[in-house]
Structure formats: structure tokens, C-alpha cells
């Protein structure tokens, strides 16, 4: 079993909708998660950063972790075209010297308008 | 965020040669990283690059085909040696812990380098 496990997709949902993206994890130690925008040819870019359970937001995005399941999610509201690339999800045991992050491999999104 | 930036952008090698890819930052950083991103695969950490010392590899990442060098706290090489098609990815820098950023644990990405191996 992978320590990250997130679905690769492809997703497609028209412009508007919700977006839910997912990654399970098995490690329990990892206490830092991230997601990560990216977009063809491009290096990922750093959306959301949560440390605790519960829900984080940032504007039309809404991050949750659920430690306890090793679960975490990225919302997504009122989707965009140009909310389409590539979301991975990452995580970490620790923020300290040793910061190595574990990623998903990535869901590709498309919104459509 | 810092302005990451890596040279060349882009490259197609020859098999048996060698690449040495440039990592700048536009501001000190703590740690830098290199990863790894092959088609689909999870972006992969190869290594460490460890300031005046010798960086820390990742299991499965030997430093004679992945030599790195970080001179300062701004700049970072990785070289891919005697390279194979096997070798063909994205290979992207990070960083982590920009100095003076309240958030200290974020880490970020440099666009990446396309190497293509024939």
C-alpha cells in the first residue's frame, strides 16, 4: 500500500460546480498537509497548507482533515475554467529539518465552460 | 512566495551524457530540495541540498548519477549523469523556510526542468 493514495481522475465537471479531490494516507505520523496547483508545463504551486483536523478556507477553496480517518479533501465552490490543471496533495511528518514531503500522484481537473 | 527559478527550461540529451540543472532563489532559504516527476507518477524527493555539505539522498538516489552542489543560501545545482531514457522527467527545486515569512513550513516549487533523453 502507497503512504498516499489519491485518485487520478481524469475529472470533469462543468463550470460552476463543486469540486471535491481527495488523498487517503496511511502513515499516522504525517501532522502537516498541503495541495498543490498545477498546471501543464508548470512547477506546482502552493494552494492551501493545514495543520490540524478540521477545515481550513481560502476564498472559494475549503480544505478538511480528518486525521482520525487519514483523509484529507480540497473543495473547490463555483468552479472556474481556470481552476483546470492538476491538484496534488502532500504531506509531512514534521516541519522541522526533516521535511520531506510524500505527494499523490495528482488529480487532473477540467472544468468546462 | 519566493521567485524560484531553474536553467534550462527544457533539454534533450544524448544517452551516456550529463545535465547540470540551475536552481535560483530570490531570497535565503533554509532547506532546498530536488524532486523528481515522472508521467504519472508521484513527484519524488531525490535528495536534499545541504549548504557547504554533502546533500542527502533519498533511498534509491546514489550521489554519483545525482551529484548536487549548494554553494549558498540562494543557489542549487543537480546534475543527472551518464543518462539513460529511463531518466527523462521533470525534475523541479523546492524550498522551504524563506526567511522572514510568518509561515514558516510552506514549501515551494521552481517551474521544473523538462529533460527528454534519446
Known amino acids: 500500500q502507497k503512504e498516499v493514495e489519491q485518485d487520478p481522475g481524469p475529472l470533469s465537471v462543468p463550470e460552476g460546480a463543486i469540486v471535491s479531490l481527495n488523498c487517503t494516507y496511511s502513515?499516522?505520523?504525517?501532522?502537516?498537509f498541503m495541495w498543490y496547483r498545477q498546471y501543464s508545463r508548470k512547477g506546482p504551486e502552493l494552494l492551501m497548507y493545514?495543520?490540524?483536523?478540521g477545515n481550513k478556507e481560502d476564498g472559494r477553496f475549503t480544505a478538511q482533515v480528518d486525521k482520525s480517518s487519514k483523509y484529507i479533501s480540497l473543495f473547490i465552490r463555483d468552479s472556474q475554467p481556470s481552476d483546470s490543471a492538476t491538484y496534488l496533495c502532500?504531506?509531512?511528518?514534521?516541519?522541522?529539518?526533516?521535511?520531506?514531503?510524500?505527494f499523490g500522484k495528482g488529480t487532473l481537473l477540467t472544468v468546462n465552460p | 512566495s519566493a521567485v524560484i527559478s531553474q536553467k534550462p527550461s527544457r533539454d534533450i540529451c544524448q544517452r551516456g551524457t550529463s545535465l547540470t540543472i540551475q536552481c535560483q532563489v530570490d531570497?535565503?532559504?533554509?532547506?532546498m530540495f530536488w524532486y523528481r516527476q515522472q508521467p504519472g507518477q508521484s513527484l519524488t524527493l531525490i535528495a536534499t541540498?545541504?549548504?557547504?555539505?554533502?546533500?542527502?539522498?533519498e533511498s534509491g538516489f546514489v550521489i554519483d548519477k545525482f551529484p548536487i552542489s549548494r554553494p549558498n543560501l540562494t543557489f542549487s545545482t543537480l546534475t543527472v549523469s551518464n543518462m539513460s531514457p529511463e531518466d527523462s522527467s521533470i525534475y523541479l527545486c523546492?524550498?522551504?523556510?524563506?526567511?522572514?515569512?510568518?509561515?514558516?513550513?510552506?514549501?515551494?516549487f521552481g517551474p521544473g526542468t523538462r529533460l527528454t533523453v534519446l
Open positions: 493545514t495543520y490540524s483536523s
Open positions: 502532500a504531506m509531512t511528518e514534521s516541519g522541522g529539518s526533516n521535511y520531506k514531503l510524500t
Open positions: 523546492s524550498v522551504h523556510g524563506l526567511a522572514g515569512r510568518r509561515s514558516y513550513n510552506e514549501q515551494f
Open positions: 502513515n499516522s505520523a504525517f501532522q502537516y
Open positions: 541540498a545541504n549548504q557547504g555539505s554533502e546533500a542527502t539522498y
Open positions: 531570497s535565503q532559504v533554509t532547506m
